[in-house]
Nanobody
Framework: VQLQASGGGLVQAGGSLRLSCAAS????????MGWFRQAPGKEREFVAY????????YYADSVKGRFTISRDNAKNMVYLQMNSLNPEDTAVYYC?????????????????WGQGTQVTVSS
């Protein structure tokens, strides 16, 4: 499956963005989905994941209550709604997928990655 992330940009602290990730080349409903991010000089970190059906989600503590992951299996899309953004959220955001039965917080367990979209939050 190929993934294409979009929706990043520059936003002021307290603002919102919605990231999108378009999937192609596979049966989307067979894939668990995750969002990760990587800030300059830091390792890639888990943000959120969602099960194949969409019934199970999980968030990093740093984004819980502010970010929401969702998916539309009919459109082969996954989204990350980001609210109450702060400068610490500045990073390149990546969507990832895998055919494993259950989603994971570990980046190494995702076999497919999008190209990343830059999110910059100004103070």
């Amino acid at each position: 499956v190929q993934l294409q992330a979009s929706g990043g940009g520059l936003v002021q602290a307290g603002g919102s963005l919605r990231l999108s990730c378009a999937a192609s080349g596979g049966t989307f409903s067979n894939y668990v989905m995750g969002w990760f991010r990587q800030a300059p000089g830091k390792e890639r970190e888990f943000v959120a994941y969602m099960s194949r059906s969409g019934r199970t989600t999980y968030y990093a503590d740093s984004v819980k209550g502010r970010f929401t992951i969702s998916r539309d299996n009919a459109k082969n899309m996954v989204y990350l709604q980001m609210n109450s953004l702060n400068p610490e959220d500045t990073a390149v955001y990546y969507c990832a997928s895998d055919t494993r039965p259950w989603p994971s917080q570990k980046a190494k367990e995702y076999g497919f990655w999008g190209q990343g979209t830059q999110v910059t939050v100004s103070s």
